[in-house]
């Protein structure tokens, strides 16, 4: 089962940061928060991940809480190519290959 | 585009008809995957493959059957399916697994969209 709870939408504006909100309040020391995107028809994307620290890179910056419980992707000036279904995923790495398990997402429509 | 090529982007097939879906990747990456995809819902995770092993499979029905021939290639063979295994069938892989990259990020394709008739 998915580890996560994300709103279901979210809307914004065109030109103005998107910050989308993920809440994992049973996440364990060693697992890493990921953030993926799917565009419709298009297969996922990934965005970003982090452990402890905040991350940023050229798509996004990922701020998660000193608690870990939660965590925001920001977008910082959305665009209409950014309308996507966001996830945002726990996940355990280890030698076998683990995999993502996807929760039902945030769908973020952006508009001019 | 994406580095994780997926053949072909459509199929339709028959209940009776035997068909494969193939994945293809040349980024040295060892772990491949197959995740099923229903229309507004989240991608599901089938299979995992770990250095050309089989590591998890997700009580998939047998009438899937994976195969990875070699390290850059993933299959997937269809037989006797059922019109509600229509959906869209997505494959992703990761880097080798070694202690620095136990954490790589999966890459996926665009995915082959299934319709069972």
């Known amino acids: 089962d998915a580890k996560t709870t994300q709103p279901p939408s979210m809307d914004c504006a065109e030109g103005r940061a998107a910050n989308l909100p993920c809440n994992h309040s049973?996440?364990?020391?060693?697992?890493?928060v990921y953030w993926y995107r799917q565009i419709h028809s298009q297969g996922p994307q990934y965005i970003i991940h982090?452990?402890?620290n905040n991350e940023t890179n050229e798509m996004a910056s990922l701020i998660i809480t000193e608690d870990r419980k939660s965590s925001t992707l920001i977008l910082p000036h959305a665009t209409l190519r950014d309308t996507a279904v966001y996830y945002c995923?726990?996940?355990?790495?280890?030698?076998?290959?683990?995999?993502?398990?996807f929760g039902k997402g945030t769908t973020l429509s952006v508009s001019s | 585009d994406t580095e994780v090529t997926q053949t072909p982007k459509h199929l339709v097939m028959g209940m009776t008809n035997k068909k494969s879906l193939k994945c293809e990747q040349h980024m040295g990456h060892r772990a491949m995957y197959w995740y099923k995809q229903k229309a507004k819902k989240p991608p599901e995770l089938m299979f995992v493959y770990s250095y050309e092993k089989l590591s998890i499979n997700e009580s998939v029905p047998s009438r899937f059957s994976p195969e990875c021939p070699n390290s850059s290639l993933l299959n997937l063979h269809l037989h006797a399916l059922q019109p509600e295994d229509s959906a869209l069938y997505l494959c992703?892989?990761?880097?080798?697994?070694?202690?620095?990259?136990?954490?790589?990020?999966?890459?996926f394709g665009n995915g082959t969209r299934l319709t069972v008739t």
């Open positions: 995923i726990v996940r355990l790495p280890n030698q076998a290959g683990t995999a993502l398990i």
């Open positions: 049973t996440i364990s020391g060693n697992e890493y």
């Open positions: 992703a892989s990761s880097r080798p697994l070694s202690p620095s990259s136990y954490n790589s990020p999966l890459h």
């Open positions: 982090g452990l402890k």
